[in-house]
């Protein structure tokens, strides 16, 4: 827990990085913020943010720079505190008539590389599923899926009532109310319960649909390597490579799922090559399934105004595809 007087420090130290990304010394801190405090206090409430892991230095006569977990402390705080021009931004967005030039309108609003999935279907969850005997050497498999559909499939099983319930209630932890797995059934079965277990996991993934790739539109890449961060081809080579090949570890399904924010931030990465990237993200219901909208900048990015424009952006993603 930070105390409220190096919190106001750090917030201090963010806010002059991000305009300036130069190192921020406490002489800055001093002249252009609101700081009620005197050079000498500022500095050991630099060093004390630094021995947390809030700030780093890049050379030993050079100011502080905030460090990932700095981003996510002052991130979280001023979520907390909603913090956000969500107003002005919705209504920026709303001149937005299509998902292409909503990715334009936010680039241009947050300066980062900004990304609009369409909706992708969702997949098919199983609800229920039942084995019928309904002749010598034959059971119906019925299976339900959530959205009310029913399939059914013929199988060659000659096993008991009983290991047909067993057989019932193994597959069904591997296919009811969840992604489907196709883990091979539990040993608790006989071999021919087993067999038959995995006939009908195979049958319930033949019969169900996987949810397609979200096709998506983007805009800003020239914003978001006019960084100063992105100055060096090496660097921009790596980071282009990442985000043409990477799906910034975003799935639509997680996201609306979630019903919230995502902020992933530096080391947070999956991608090691965007460890120096923060993307910012929210999920969207459509009638047709669910999408995101995404900003991807430097480590350095503006969070409030990032946040608050994907969150006003994916308000509009739903009113475009459901006025």
């Known amino acids: 827990m930070i105390a409220a007087r190096a919190m ?3 917030k201090a130290v963010v806010d002059e990085y991000v305009g300036t990304c130069a190192p921020v010394g406490s002489k800055a801190l001093v002249d252009h913020h609101a700081i009620a405090y005197s050079t000498a206090t500022v500095r050991s409430d630099l060093a004390g943010l630094e021995r947390s892991g809030h ?11 905030p460090t990932d977990l700095g981003y996510r402390t002052v991130v979280a705080d001023r979520l907390s505190r ?37 909706p992708a279907p969702q997949a098919e969850q199983v609800a229920g599923l039942s084995l019928t005997p309904i002749s010598e050497g034959r059971v119906m498999l019925v299976v339900v899926m959530d959205d009310g559909r029913v399939a059914s499939r013929s199988l060659l099983s000659s096993l008991s009532k009983a290991s047909l319930e067993r057989v019932v209630e193994c597959a069904s932890e591997l296919v009811i109310g969840a992604s489907i797995r196709a883990d ?13 277990a995995t006939q009908v996991v195979e049958a319930v993934l033949a019969l169900t649909v996987d949810a397609g790739e979200a096709e998506r539109s983007s805009s800003g890449m020239a914003f978001l390597l006019a960084q100063p961060e992105f100055h060096d081809p090496d660097v921009v080579r790596v980071v282009a490579d990442a985000l043409e090949e990477s799906d910034l570890g975003l799935s639509s399904m997680e996201l609306a799922d979630e019903g919230g924010l995502m902020v992933s931030i530096g080391s947070e990465n999956a991608d090691e090559r965007l460890r120096g990237l923060s993307i910012v993200a929210k999920g969207y219901h459509a009638f047709s399934g669910v999408g995101y909208v995404a900003c991807v ?3 350095r990015m503006d969070y409030p105004l990032v946040i608050g424009a994907v969150l006003a952006g994916a308000e509009r993603a739903q009113a475009i595809l459901e006025p």
Do not use: F, N, Y
């Open 184 to 196: 091979a059934p539990g040993a608790a079965l006989t071999a021919a319960e087993q067999r038959l």
């Open 82 to 118: 909603g913090r956000l021009a969500r107003r002005r931004l919705a209504e920026d967005a709303a001149s937005a008539r299509d998902l292409r030039s909503l990715a334009r309108v936010l680039a241009a609003i947050t300066h980062c590389l900004s990304v609009v999935s369409e």
């Open 8 to 10: 106001a420090i750090l």
């Open 55 to 65: 700030l780093t230095h890049p050379h030993v006569s050079a100011g502080r720079i």
């Open 297 to 299: 900048g430097p480590t």
